[in-house]
Every structure is written in C-alpha cells, then in structure tokens.
C-alpha cells in the first residue's frame, strides 16, 4: 500500500495549481465585497465632513430635520421645532444639500 501512495505523484503544476482556485476567490471577493464597501465608506465620510448650517438631513434613525450649528463631532439640528445634538457619524443621508445660487448663466 506505502508503494501506491508514493506512485500517485504531484499533480502537473505542482502547488500554484492547487493555490490558483484560493487566489481567483479571494480577487472575487476584492471586487464584488470590499471595494464596492470601500467606496460607500469613503463616500459617506466626504458626505459627512461637507455638511453645513442650512443642510436637511436625515438620521440612522430615521428623524429628519435642518442643521442649525455645525461643530467637529456635533451638529444641533432642529426637528420641528426642538433644537437637539446630534453626533455627526450618526447622519444616515443629506436631503437638501444648500448651494450658492448660480447667477452667471442668466438668460435674457
């Protein structure tokens, strides 16, 4: 029986062939898992630090409401009426982004 085991040999390609399936899933994952995340995380951080007074938010949980006062970490932000601080990683979207009115462009 020792004769038969060490007749069966190496496959061809020796050890990258048995490898080569192992690397093509992890460059699966790369692409369709953790790049897509990447780019919604580094989208959602340049969302974050270009929010300004004036901007209607939305939050994780599901509170929408204007910016009143943007501080490093805190923004105070009015719901209705009710003026609460709201921890800045904690806004899900920005609903009304404010922009500078685009007064170049007038038609006659």
Request: glycine share 12%; net charge positive; hydrophobic share 45%.
């Amino acid at each position: 029986m020792f004769n038969l085991i060490m007749q069966t040999g190496a496959p061809a390609g020796g050890g990258f062939v048995q490898i080569l399936p192992l690397i093509l899933i992890g460059i699966i994952f790369y692409f369709l898992l953790i790049r897509p995340q990447n780019q919604r995380m580094k989208a959602h951080r340049q969302m974050l630090s270009e929010v300004v007074r004036g901007d209607v938010i939305v939050t994780n949980g599901g509170l929408v409401g204007k910016v009143k006062k943007v501080s490093d970490d805190e923004l105070t932000v009015d719901f209705g009426g009710q003026s609460i601080q709201v921890v800045r990683t904690m806004i899900a979207d920005v609903r009304n982004k404010t922009a500078p009115a685009n007064d170049t462009g007038k038609k006659k």
